[in-house]
């Protein structure tokens, strides 16, 4: 079984639901407002147990009502919480809206996540992993340790550049994989990524400054794969109607990792993940969106079928 560490942020998400997203000053009326487990490095957490792996999550919740909601959630999904520390100071939370077209804005208050140190991570072992699982909803400093400490185990480090920043390029050739979306990579090879084109050009330039391995999903567009020994793939996304794009791409990323580290072909992954992402977008929520691996196979099963 595959054992991957995630470490990073975990949030409370209060999710308002708008026929469209306001200008700004304006006020208009919301269709009614949802709380939800999410942070990108928890719904990442998830939706790879989910998938099968054996997963521990390491990062700080507040000692709130929120920190132990989620902490109650997380262990009721299989994860290992052992690495979690509770800090005083108040959960984060993210708030969200979502269209009737199921695109959303988010807006993110890092509370615990903000206040999670490097020192927070010097007692993890690293070698009980095959991989760990970054994002940037916790401080760079704390992503650099654990690169670091990662390097020197010897296991693999998958990163999220989210939310979308400049990346110190020393840094690159610490990754096994960067899976990263079109916003993102621009944000870091400073070149357009939205079409497929576009982002196999910019994966290109990624793997040529150190990256062993990089994907970029593009939405609905699917995804572009490229990687140190030349190869190159473009993964066409599933058609699925959209109610909510929230966690998608988390979705794809802990999915991806779960099938990938466990040892199933490159092209499988890709199919998986993509799918895995394609349920995620049609069920509202962040973690109450993502799949089963159950669900994640009948759907792919179907799709292979040209069932709807």
């Not at 994002?135 to 992503?143: D, H, S, V």
């Not at 994989?177 to 196999?200: T, V, Y």
């Not at 109610?243 to 040892?263: C, E, M, P």
Request: charged letters at 15%; aromatic letters at 6%; glycine letters at 10%.
């Amino acid at each position: 079984m595959t054992k991957l560490l995630v470490a990073g942020s975990m949030n409370m998400d209060m999710v308002t639901r708008v026929m469209r997203h306001p200008a700004p000053g304006e006020t208009i009326h919301g269709q009614g407002t949802n709380f939800f487990f999410g942070g990108k490095g928890a719904n990442q957490a998830v939706a790879a147990a989910r998938s099968g792996a054996a997963v521990h999550m390491a990062g700080a919740l507040g000692n709130d009502a929120f920190g132990r909601e989620i902490l109650s959630g997380l262990s009721a999904e299989g994860i290992n919480v052992d690495h979690v520390i509770m800090k005083p100071v108040g959960t984060g939370t993210a708030v969200i809206t979502v269209d009737a077209e199921g695109e959303n804005t988010i807006v993110l208050s890092a509370g615990a996540n903000g206040a999670y140190a490097p020192d927070d991570v010097k007692e993890i072992d690293f070698t009980n992993y095959h991989a760990v699982l970054l994002q940037n909803e916790i401080p760079w400093e704390t992503n650099r340790a654990i690169l670091l400490q990662a390097k020197e185990a010897g296991i693999r480090a998958v990163f999220n550049p989210a939310p979308a920043m400049r990346m110190d390029p020393q840094f690159l050739p610490l990754l096994d994989l960067l899976i990263l979306n079109e916003i993102e990579a621009e944000a870091i090879c400073g070149m357009p990524a939205g079409s497929s084109d576009q982002a196999r050009r910019a994966g290109e330039r990624l793997v040529k400054s150190g990256v062993r391995a990089i994907i970029i999903t593009l939405g609905s567009r699917g995804a572009v794969y490229a990687d140190n020994s030349g190869e190159m793939m473009v993964i066409p996304s599933l058609r699925v109607t959209a109610i909510d794009t929230t966690a998608a791409g988390d979705t794809f990323i802990g999915a991806f990792a779960a099938r990938y580290y466990s040892g199933h072909p490159l092209p499988f992954c890709l199919r998986y993940a993509s799918a895995s992402a394609a349920l995620a977008v049609s069920v509202k929520g962040a973690q109450s969106s993502i799949p089963t691996e159950v669900q994640v196979l009948k759907f792919m099963e179907s799709a292979s079928h040209g069932e709807p």
